[in-house]
């Protein structure tokens, strides 16, 4: 549940602080005291969307803290696998800071995105206002809260499943079978770039090889004449000495003074020497090439031009271009393959829809069973809440296959004796659609895990005794969780068992909301008020003071 909500500099609310209690917790306050604000403030620690709009003028920026207490399992499991923790006490504490040009969150003092905090928040606090009984003027929701009562998420998982497979299959099916015109078309331009990519006969790392041996076949004369001139320089010819004969020479001069001490400029001539036979060797290996003397500059250049060519449609180089040839190859047997997979398709289509079907029979099983279950509560909640008269019948009839099932349902409401039932988003007061409301919350209020249930505004379009019905609905549910009600009706604040007063001041021209928890005598004092809005007169003191009493007992 929600222990406390902290809230700084959101709209007229300077600071202020609030302490929420187990049971039935009941907002009230002249309009625009800023009991709306207080919601907006319990969204944004929820994870819901903020506007920049909530910070109160002049300031920079908001805060919204709130602290969670005694969670249940599915809630704390939840937050531990998104990787948070609770502190030492097994609370949650969440802060919320809007700034002019964005905001941060924290949970338990670690940072997260609105969607985690939204994903986490979904096991801590339901919300309920107008928008939820909008939601009643809408059949295609009715499901939803049939599929809560019948405990139905087995049935749910495989139809939705198989129906998804089902599509699956369609969607390939209706791939496949393509125009037969379109589908040859395909099949020649495959055809074409296959055998263009398979004459060119590409390996990876060709291009570079190529550049290299057109830069040596470009200049192959000119480098045979440099290597010819370098040649004679190092072996010389019949009739001038090379630099290898003069080295030999140089060393037989040398020798042949028979000094012990020159032997070391002997041996370095023998190294030079055998040098000079290595370079002589490396020429002569590189003139004499059949490698070298046979290369073609034009046709490596025309080999380029064509891998070039190849490139600019079917990749920027050999390795894409002959990804490119295998994905064609794989697309054409695909191709020429169809037929025997339209038919794998078209058997693999009957007998998905055969169990699509059979599926689908039993979630609206399951629907029929909690919708005869679920009219009787609803009808049984609505009469506590002063429409003795009603009936409220649910019909499951067959409709179109969707992901949520083949169910079209509707819920037939007739309020008075005498009258037949009738489509309720058709002829339901906002009244009776915020009593349906309840009734409908109080039904499956043990059927989720969230432990706080907010009604903003429920009382809408009631008075008097349904509103006391209302009050004790409210009380009803807040025996086995938290719930707290913004409400203008004195008939509902007196069964409040914690009831906080919103109050509106002006102060050196700025505005300001205070929230306090109201003692036994103040709460008399609260309820007098909304029921007159005048002054309280004893009279009405004491009115106030025997339905405060009243719903205690």
């Known amino acids: 549940m929600i222990k406390s909500l902290h809230i700084e500099n959101i709209a007229v609310i300077e600071k202020t602080d609030i302490d929420f209690d187990i049971g039935f917790n009941v907002l009230t306050g002249e309009t625009g005291a800023g009991k709306s604000i207080i919601i907006d403030a319990i969204n944004a620690v929820l994870g819901e969307r903020t506007s920049k709009d909530l910070i109160r003028a002049g300031c920079e920026k908001a805060v919204v803290s709130a602290l969670f207490c005694d969670l249940s399992n599915e809630a704390k499991n939840l937050i531990i696998e998104n990787g948070f923790e609770l502190d030492d006490d097994g609370n949650l504490l969440v802060l919320r800071t809007l700034t002019l040009s964005g905001g941060t969150i924290k949970i338990n003092g670690r940072p997260a995105t609105a969607s985690i905090l939204k994903e986490l928040s979904k096991n801590l606090i339901n919300i309920h206002g107008q928008h939820d009984n909008q939601r009643l003027l809408n059949p295609d929701n009715y499901y939803c809260y049939l599929d809560l009562l019948a405990e139905n998420q087995k049935e749910l998982t495989e139809y939705y499943n198989e129906f998804k497979h089902f599509n699956d299959v369609r969607r390939e099916l209706n791939s496949q079978e393509t125009d037969e015109g379109e589908k040859q078309r395909r099949i020649d331009i495959?055809?074409?770039?296959?055998?263009?990519?398979?004459?060119?006969?590409?390996?990876?790392?060709?291009?570079?090889?190529?550049?290299?041996?057109?830069?040596?076949?470009?200049?192959?004369?000119?480098?045979?004449?440099?290597?010819?001139?370098?040649?004679?320089?190092?072996?010389?010819?019949?009739?001038?000495?090379?630099?290898?004969?003069?080295?030999?020479?140089?060393?037989?001069?040398?020798?042949?003074?028979?000094?012990?001490?020159?032997?070391?400029?002997?041996?370095?001539?023998?190294?030079?020497?055998?040098?000079?036979?290595?370079i002589s060797a490396d020429i002569r290996s590189f003139t004499e090439s059949e490698e070298y003397r046979d290369l073609d500059a034009e046709k490596l250049r025309e080999r380029l031009d064509t891998l070039r060519r190849l490139m600019l449609k079917y990749g920027d180089d050999e390795q894409k271009m002959i990804e490119f040839l295998a994905k064609a190859k794989a697309e054409l047997e695909k191709i020429e393959c169809s037929d025997k997979r339209i038919e794998e398709l078209s058997l693999e289509l009957d007998a998905s829809t055969e169990r699509l079907v059979s599926l689908g029979e039993k979630l609206t099983e399951t629907r029929k069973k909690a919708a005869q279950k679920f009219s009787q509560q609803v009808s049984e909640v609505l009469r506590l809440l002063d429409m003795?008269?009603?009936?409220?019948?649910?019909?499951?009839?067959?409709?179109?296959?969707?992901?949520?099932?083949?169910?079209?349902?509707?819920?037939?409401?007739?309020?008075?004796?005498?009258?037949?039932?009738?489509?309720?988003?058709?002829?339901?007061?906002?009244?009776?659609?915020?009593?349906?409301?309840?009734?409908?919350?109080?039904?499956l209020a043990d059927k989720d895990d969230v432990d706080t249930l907010i009604f903003d505004e429920i009382d809408t379009g009631i008075s008097g005794r349904a509103a006391d019905k209302v009050g004790l609905q409210l009380q009803k549910v807040a025996d086995s969780r938290?719930?707290?009600?913004?409400?203008?009706?004195?008939?509902?604040?007196?069964?409040?068992?914690?009831?906080?007063?919103?109050?509106?001041?002006?102060?050196?021209?700025?505005?300001?909301?205070?929230?306090?928890?109201?003692d036994n005598e103040s709460q008399i004092r609260e309820i007098a008020r909304i029921m007159s809005g005048t002054e309280i007169t004893e009279n009405l003191y004491n009115s106030a003071k025997e339905l405060l009493d009243r719903s205690k007992k």
């Open 190 to 278: 495959l055809q074409y770039q296959i055998k263009e990519l398979e004459d060119a006969d590409i390996a990876v790392g060709e291009i570079d090889e190529i550049r290299r041996k057109l830069t040596i076949a470009e200049n192959y004369e000119k480098t045979l004449t440099a290597l010819s001139d370098a040649s004679f320089c190092i072996d010389g010819s019949e009739n001038a000495d090379g630099a290898m004969t003069l080295a030999k020479n140089a060393q037989k001069y040398i020798e042949s003074a028979k000094n012990e001490e020159l032997s070391s400029i002997s041996n370095k001539l023998d190294d030079i020497i055998g040098k000079l036979y290595e």
């Open 388 to 443: 003795p008269n009603v009936q409220f019948i649910i019909n499951v009839n067959r409709d179109r296959y969707t992901r949520h099932g083949c169910d079209a349902v509707e819920f037939l409401i007739s309020a008075n004796a005498g009258e037949s039932v009738k489509p309720l988003h058709k002829i339901a007061s906002g009244g009776e659609l915020s009593r349906t409301m309840l009734a409908i919350k109080s039904v």
């Open 482 to 518: 938290q719930v707290i009600c913004v409400t203008h009706l004195a008939q509902i604040a007196a069964y409040a068992q914690n009831h906080l007063l919103i109050e509106k001041s002006v102060s050196n021209d700025r505005t300001y909301t205070s929230v306090t928890s109201l």
